[in-house]
């Protein structure tokens, strides 16, 4: 009895945690984010990234793990995101562009602090090429990007 109540409990759970952690993500205040996100692998049962999670959980795990400096983990999570966005069945084109876009920008900055990754050579995606009246705007406001600003043509993430 008890395992099928937490079966049924932990989708609430887990929705409830996602949503803290975007919440603390969009704060800045990143322990508080991991901390919700590290829960919501535990509930199931995933290592840290997994490929057996939502694209966005290891999405955000990749823009928190920058923020922590942790940019080999980063890399991880995002080039993890990276293969599960190309082959989802459900997301648009302007929404599958938009989100490599954002992995891309993200595994570049980890790049350049250290980390080493041939995976952004792979994404042949510019900020030129995105249809953003197009994309959803759940995944605008959960992972938000500006046009390039600095000489490289390329963008920090916020």
Same mark, same amino acid.
């Given at each position: 009895m008890r395992a099928i109540l937490a079966r049924f409990v932990a989708p609430f759970r887990i929705a409830a945690l996602w949503n803290q952690a #975007? @919440? &603390?993500a969009s704060r800045g205040q990143y322990g /508080?984010?991991?901390t919700r996100?590290?829960?919501? &692998?535990?509930?199931l049962r995933q290592p840290m990234p997994s490929f057996k999670v939502d694209?966005?959980?290891?999405? #955000?795990?990749a823009h928190i793990l920058e923020k922590q400096s942790d940019f080999s983990g980063a890399i991880s999570a995002a080039e993890t995101a990276v293969y599960q966005i190309r082959n989802s069945g459900r997301l648009s084109d302007a @929404?599958? $562009? &938009? #989100?490599l876009y954002y992995a891309k920008v993200l595994m570049e900055y980890c790049s350049d602090s250290g980390a080493v990754t041939a995976s952004v050579t792979d994404i042949d995606v $510019?900020? /030129?090429?995105l249809l953003l009246n197009s994309v959803s705007n759940h995944l605008q406001s959960k992972f938000p990007v500006d046009q390039p600003q600095h000489h490289s043509g390329e963008m920090r993430l916020i």
């Open positions: #975007l @919440d &603390y /508080g984010a991991m996100l590290a829960e919501i &692998y535990t509930l694209y966005e959980f290891n999405l #955000l795990l @929404d599958r $562009k &938009y #989100l $510019k900020f /030129g090429d």
